[in-house]
Every structure is written in C-alpha cells, then in structure tokens.
C-alpha cells in the first residue's frame, strides 16, 4: 500500500529563513504529487503539484518543490519566509490510474515576526 | 461565495447515535470525496463519488453510508456512534476522476463521540 512520509512534524522558523520540507513516498509506480496547505482558519488548498514534465515545479506564493524519483521524494520549499505562512502542509500522493490521495501527516509551520 | 461547504461544524453526540453530515460544492464538479483526518493527523479516503456513483469505498465500517442524491451533494451517514468514529472528516470535489485532478476541500466537521 502507498504510504507517505513527513519527516517534520513541527517547523519553527524566523521571518526570511529558508524552508525545506520533507516528503517521502513509498509507491514504486508512477506517480502524481502535491502539497497542499491549511492557513489558519481556511480550508485545505493546493499549493502546487507535479504529473509530468520538468521535476521542479513553481506554485503560488513563491513555494516550489522539487520530485527526485531516485529519492521518492517530493520536498518543498521556499528561499524566504513570512509570518503569513504559518499554516499545516500536507503532502499528497496519486497513483497513475486513479484519483484516490494518499496524505503524510502534515508539517506544521510557524514563522516568527 | 463557498466553494465547498459541511455542516454542521462541530458535532458533539452519545456512544449508539446516528447522525449525518451533510456536504454541498458549487463548483460543478462531477467528483465528490469524503476524507477522514485521525488523531494523528493523517487524512484517509473513505468513499469517492462521481456523477452519484460511487467509484472508490475504501476498507470504511458499514455503520457509514455515503448518499449522492445530486452531484452537488455528498452526505455521509454515520449508524452507532463508536468512540473510535471521533474525528475531523473532509468533504472535497474535483472536476473529475484524473489522477491529476486538483481537490477542493471542505472546512471540516470535528465528531466527537462521548
């Protein structure tokens, strides 16, 4: 069975660190990948996602990630912080062929000002 | 304007209610999920619909019940209350059944089971 993987359960960063969050996924096949993020208050949204194509993908607010297929990983980032990022992210894996997500257990963020 | 609306938000009930927890997205979207996050946080996939059919039905107890009367709406029926069923289910909807289908989520609705 798929499983996925968060290494940080908690992240506290300043404001203008760098970020980097983990994500690890166990399914050997082909595979579509995304983050998603809950700001406080707000619903669970996309933040960026990859299926195909160049392994560096650009979501909004300048978050990126990066797929390395030989690591099974999938880790965001982004090169300066903000308090307004303080939020949950979760990391999502599909498997080709279907529309079922498998999610870590999320990555709570909180940016000090 | 919400795209993806529960109610109720929080639901607070007696070990062997039954109780339901209605869902409705304004997006037009042909797919509809119920999620449930765990005390660990985890979201797992309990049932997806599309166009009121139901295409995945993960290994979810019986006592629950998914109901598509439109394919803007997807209730989730719960028999029996157990401790165990306490948690924060997720309705969602994408446009379709790819893989590559962007989900919108709900806001969440937290069961307690006392």
């Known amino acids: 069975a798929q499983s996925v993987s968060q290494h940080n359960h908690h992240v506290i960063l300043s404001e203008a660190a760098s970020l980097e969050l983990g994500c690890n996924y166990s399914?050997?096949?082909?595979?579509?990948l995304f983050w998603y993020v809950q700001y406080p208050g707000q619903h669970l949204q996309l933040l960026l996602k990859?299926?195909?194509?160049?392994?560096l993908v650009k979501g909004i607010k300048g978050f990126e990630a990066e797929f390395i297929k030989s690591k099974f990983s999938f880790n965001l980032r982004k090169p300066s912080v903000q308090w307004s990022d303080t939020a949950e992210y979760f990391c999502?894996?599909?498997?080709?062929?279907?529309?079922?997500?498998?999610f870590g257990a999320g990555t709570i963020l909180r940016v000090k000002s | 304007d919400t795209a993806v609306s529960q109610t109720p938000k929080y639901l607070v009930t007696q070990m062997g209610n039954d109780k339901s927890i209605k869902c409705e997205q304004n997006l037009g979207h042909d797919t509809m999920y119920w999620y449930k996050q765990d005390s660990k946080k985890f979201l797992k996939i309990m049932f997806s619909?599309?166009?009121?059919?139901?295409?995945i039905n993960e290994t979810v107890p019986n006592r629950f019940s998914p109901k598509s009367p439109d394919k803007a709406h997807l209730n989730l029926h719960i028999n029996s209350l157990e401790l165990g069923d306490s948690a924060v289910y997720f309705c969602?909807?994408?446009?379709?059944?790819?893989?590559?289908?962007?989900?919108?989520f709900g806001p969440g609705t937290r069961l307690t089971v006392l």
């Open positions: 999502a894996v599909n498997a080709h062929g279907g529309n079922k997500l498998v």
């Open positions: 619909y599309n166009n009121k059919e139901l295409i």
């Open positions: 399914y050997g096949g082909t595979v579509n």
């Open positions: 990859y299926f195909s194509g160049d392994p």
């Open positions: 969602a909807s994408s446009d379709g059944l790819a893989g590559t289908d962007t989900q919108y």
